[in-house]
């Protein structure tokens, strides 16, 4: 299932309550207070897929679960996929695969999980810049959430090495339906494996440094990075989905008791960037801010360029690491410049990474594309 998907039918039970059931409206990313666009049905219909972020687990097991859902979006910004004036859509598929994906989406709507037979309908083109190396560990439970248990460490850094916890079962309805953008819930993504990477090369630039990761998913795997290699003050893991946050919160209790961390002050909380209160009662008090792969959302866009500033230090810094996905990149730079900071854009910051990068373009075509899975890196500096 497509994460455009997933959040058209988070709107939807959202719309439902507030009687915007009916006409179409224009896709901007996440609204509860839009409507089902023509772009949404032509990719629950099958009309366009795409590919994105990275499994923590193994591969085969995620791609039969979940595939990249935010690529339809960027088909929209980039010029790939139809307009929402009406132009031809993408390439057809078969009749048989369209009628799997509204079956699919019918069994959501009963609130019912992801059928087994199905999850071959949505399939991941692209996987992981294979950074990290992960071993499977024992399965646990916490309350009446389950996830299993693996290890995750570092290819060229294999000293530095952390449990994580992923979302191993199916979908459920529930959290599809009620829950804030569940998309971190899912995998790791391709820009914050990087960035995890990148972090561990540089955990110099951390050094007495208040850090704070937004938007990290279920892991925050780049923050827990810095917590376990760089003599940092601080380290703050966040993101705007509870049930994100709740998985992160067992993770730090467990590494803590591994005796991983070098940082003796590590937390996590929930901080919406566009929640007044979240962001207020840490104003002001961070040295770094990190996140990856979070411009796409075009209605909190301008939030997360809010949020940065305010969450900074005079003089503090942003590190962001985000594929282009069409113009959302240039969109938030944009924002980023109007609110006073001063922007470097990195397309070559890793040799490794860069040299990978053309590889797979070569290699991998029809399955990696850069517009879509390739990171730059942002450094934004809080001029006031």
């Not at 699919?104 to 992801?114: A, E, G, N, S, Y």
């Not at 995890?196 to 007495?208: G, I, K």
């Not at 704070?212 to 705007?240: N, P």
Request: proline residues 2%; charged residues 25%.
């Amino acid at each position: 299932m497509t994460r455009a998907a997933l959040a058209w039918l988070s709107r939807r039970h959202k719309n439902r309550k507030c009687g915007y059931l009916g006409g179409l409206g224009q896709w901007e990313g996440g609204s509860a207070s839009q409507v089902l666009t023509e772009r949404s049905r032509q990719v629950l219909a099958g009309e366009s897929c795409g590919g994105g972020r990275s499994s923590v687990g193994s591969s085969s097991g995620m791609e039969s679960r979940v595939t990249d859902v935010r690529a339809s979006e960027t088909e929209r910004a980039s010029g790939e996929g139809p307009a929402s004036s009406g132009a031809v859509p993408g390439p057809a598929v078969s009749s048989a695969l369209g009628a799997a994906r509204w079956k699919l989406l019918r069994q959501v709507l009963k609130q019912k999980h992801l059928d087994d037979c199905l999850r071959h309908v949505s399939v991941r083109r692209f996987e992981s810049f294979n950074l990290f190396s992960v071993t499977e560990t024992n399965k646990r439970k916490t309350g009446e959430e389950f996830g299993e248990w693996v290890q995750y460490t570092s290819v060229f850094y294999p000293e530095y090495s952390i449990f994580l916890r992923h979302n191993s079962g199916s979908l459920n309805v529930e959290d599809v339906l009620t829950s804030f953008d569940n998309t971190g819930n899912v995998c790791i993504w391709p820009a914050e494996e990087v960035m995890a990477y990148y972090c561990l090369q540089h955990s110099d630039l951390f050094r007495d440094l208040a850090v704070c990761e937004l938007g990290g998913g279920m892991t925050c795997l780049a923050g827990l990075m810095v917590a376990i290699s760089a003599d940092v003050k601080e380290v703050l893991l966040t993101d705007g989905n509870e049930k994100a946050i709740r998985n992160v919160r067992d993770i730090i209790k467990r590494n803590e008791k591994a005796d991983v961390f070098k940082s003796r002050k590590i937390s996590s909380c929930v901080l919406r960037w566009d929640n007044e209160t979240d962001v207020s009662q840490l104003e002001g008090h961070f040295d770094m801010v990190m996140c990856a792969d979070c411009l796409f959302l075009d209605q909190y866009r301008a939030s997360l360029v809010d949020a940065i500033k305010r969450l900074l230090q005079p003089r503090g810094k942003a590190m962001v690491f985000a594929p282009r996905r069409g113009t959302t990149l240039n969109q938030f730079c944009n924002l980023a410049e109007k609110a006073g900071f001063s922007i470097q854009r990195h397309e070559n910051y890793d040799e490794h990474i860069s040299n990978f990068h053309s590889k797979l373009k070569k290699e991998k075509q029809g399955t990696y594309e850069e517009n879509l899975h390739y990171p730059l890196l942002l450094i934004l500096t809080k001029m006031e």
